[in-house]
């Protein structure tokens, strides 16, 4: 099928509704072999598709009771609520979300959009927070997922989580972000953070003045973070992380602190912790990080391992 026209006007000819289905959109050959959301369960993947073009009722037809979205090659995605969730009538079965290789893309939503609630936003922001996984990968324009478009909002308003299912993030190859764009509040619920081959980013997580000293990412059990050449921090306060089982860095050697917060009472990494995984060239490195206190790096060193495979994303 060619467009999501063709696709809906297949199922206005059905007897009856589709309850499971994989549907893939204008594929051709040389397009991913295997897409996460064929074992997903009720997944549409779009490639090569102009959805500036499409009809939003036909938008709203395809997506009813889809669980994962995959977008490669697509045009007409800028801003990714404006120009895709605004088409769609309230999919809340949406889970996960997987965009490559779409060159207009800049955000998800900017500042403006984040801050203001207006009717038809607040709409928008439900369907955002039903998504539990978002990958990224290949978008050449991408700013951040929310975009700073430099416009004051007064009053400011209360800051609530839009991704407040999301589990895990992973963002690989978007490389004129210079930060994730995301606020410490979208961080509440996430397990897993991977964030690779990014030439400009220098920071992962912004914590805002009066946030306090030792912020808490209370679910996360992974971090990982690969050639990511300009990154000097990624948190500029201590982060309590209850729940982390492996920390995996690679060439981030610009990075000066593992800002891990250590029990104060008995000094001890994180319960939890069970692997610290560094590249075997990135040894020096390792041993050159500061930490808050002189014991926290021997406390650490038994869960280090110095691995000598060099991981890409593909």
Same mark, same amino acid.
């Given at each position: 099928?060619?467009?999501?026209?063709?696709?809906?006007?297949?199922?206005?000819?059905?007897?009856?509704?589709?309850?499971?289905?994989?549907?893939?959109?204008?594929?051709?050959?040389?397009?991913?072999?295997?897409?996460?959301?064929?074992?997903?369960?009720?997944?549409?993947?779009?490639?090569?598709?102009?959805?500036?073009?499409?009809?939003?009722?036909?938008?709203?037809?395809?997506?009813?009771?889809?669980?994962?979205?995959?977008?490669?090659?697509?045009?007409?995605?800028?801003?990714?609520?404006?120009?895709?969730?605004?088409?769609?009538?309230?999919?809340?079965?949406?889970?996960?979300?997987?965009?490559?290789?779409?060159?207009?893309?800049?955000?998800?939503?900017?500042?403006?959009?984040?801050?203001?609630?207006?009717?038809?936003?607040?709409?928008?922001?439900?369907?955002?927070?039903?998504?539990?996984?978002?990958?990224?990968?290949?978008?050449?324009?991408?700013?951040?997922?929310?975009?700073?478009?430099?416009?004051?909002?007064?009053?400011?308003?209360?800051?609530?989580?839009?991704?407040?299912?999301?589990?895990?993030?992973?963002?690989?190859?978007?490389?004129?972000?210079?930060?994730?764009?995301?606020?410490?509040?979208?961080?509440?619920?996430?397990?897993?953070?991977? &964030?690779?081959? @990014?030439?400009?980013?220098? +920071?992962?997580? /912004?914590?805002? *003045?009066? !946030?306090?000293?030792?912020? %808490?990412?209370?679910?996360?059990?992974?971090?990982?973070?690969?050639?990511?050449?300009?990154?000097?921090?990624?948190?500029?306060?201590?982060?309590?992380?209850?729940?982390?089982?492996?920390?995996?860095?690679?060439?981030?050697?610009?990075?000066?602190?593992?800002?891990?917060?250590?029990?104060?009472?008995?000094?001890?990494?994180?319960?939890?912790?069970?692997? &610290?995984?560094? @590249?075997?060239?990135?040894? +020096?490195?390792? /041993?050159?990080? *500061?930490? !808050?206190?002189?014991?926290? %790096?021997?406390?650490?060193?038994?869960?280090?391992?110095?691995?000598?495979?060099?991981?890409?994303?593909?």
């Amino acid at each position: 099928m060619k467009n999501v026209s063709d696709v809906c006007k297949f199922n206005r000819c059905r007897q009856s509704q589709l309850t499971s289905f994989v549907i893939h959109v204008n594929r051709r050959v040389g397009d991913f072999d295997h897409w996460p959301g064929e074992n997903y369960g009720n997944a549409v993947l779009l490639h090569h598709c102009d959805l500036k073009n499409e009809e939003g009722e036909d938008f709203s037809m395809l997506f009813r009771d889809n669980k994962f979205l995959g977008l490669q090659n697509c045009k007409g995605v800028r801003n990714f609520l404006l120009d895709v969730f605004l088409k769609l009538n309230k999919p809340n079965s949406l889970e996960h979300l997987d965009i490559s290789k779409c060159r207009g893309m800049e955000c998800f939503l900017t500042n403006e959009q984040f801050l203001t609630a207006s009717q038809e936003l607040d709409s928008c922001f439900f369907l955002l927070r039903t998504l539990k996984h978002i990958m990224l990968c290949g978008l050449e324009n991408f700013i951040g997922v929310i975009q700073n478009i430099g416009v004051a909002v007064e009053p400011r308003l209360p800051q609530a989580a839009v991704f407040s299912s999301l589990q895990s993030l992973s963002i690989t190859r978007c490389r004129k972000m210079r930060k994730l764009g995301l606020p410490l509040s979208e961080f509440q619920n996430l397990e897993e953070i991977c &964030i690779s081959e @990014w030439d400009k980013i220098e +920071e992962i997580i /912004e914590v805002e *003045e009066g !946030e306090g000293r030792v912020v %808490s990412l209370p679910k996360l059990r992974l971090l990982k973070l690969w050639d990511l050449p300009r990154l000097k921090s990624i948190c500029n306060t201590m982060l309590f992380c209850s729940s982390i089982v492996l920390i995996h860095l690679q060439e981030c050697r610009e990075l000066k602190k593992l800002p891990l917060h250590f029990d104060l009472t008995s000094p001890s990494p994180p319960q939890t912790l069970e692997s &610290i995984l560094i @590249w075997k060239e990135d040894k +020096e490195w390792w /041993e050159s990080l *500061e930490w !808050e206190h002189p014991t926290h %790096s021997h406390l650490l060193q038994p869960l280090v391992t110095f691995d000598y495979s060099h991981y890409s994303s593909g």
